[in-house]
Nanobody
């Protein structure tokens, strides 16, 4: 069965950095586009970034220039490098896998598999 396992979350001060990882298993990773979403308490899940199977990234406006999404198909892993973190970046971060890239890229309904999430807290 398909598993997505996130890691790398934690608590940091504003201006700090974190690197999230998501290891996938049970699927042909290179065939999937991958996304990172986040959800703060009381708010809807929002798209942070996505990357196509070919490695083309797209970012939410609020993280452009601060976050970088990348993937290593050989390791079946997608990463999210987060720099210049702000308190508003706080939330549970989820990775997701989708079979067919669609627009808009940040609709959670278009992703087929989800991880359990990793908490990011910026103070």
């Amino acid at each position: 069965h398909v598993q997505l396992v996130e890691s790398g979350g934690g608590s940091v001060q504003a201006g700090g950095s974190l690197r999230l990882s998501c290891a996938a298993s049970g699927l042909t990773f290179s065939n999937y586009y991958m996304g990172w979403f986040r959800q703060a308490p009381g708010k809807e899940r929002e798209g942070v970034a996505t990357i196509t199977s070919g490695g083309m990234p797209t970012y939410a406006d609020g993280v452009k220039g601060r976050f970088t999404i990348s993937r290593d198909n050989g390791k079946s892993t997608v990463y999210l490098e987060m720099n210049s973190l702000k308190p508003e970046d706080t939330g549970m971060y989820y990775c997701a896998a989708g079979r067919k890239f669609t627009y808009p890229w940040n609709d959670p309904r278009d992703y087929n598999y989800w991880g359990q999430g990793t908490q990011v807290t910026v103070s």
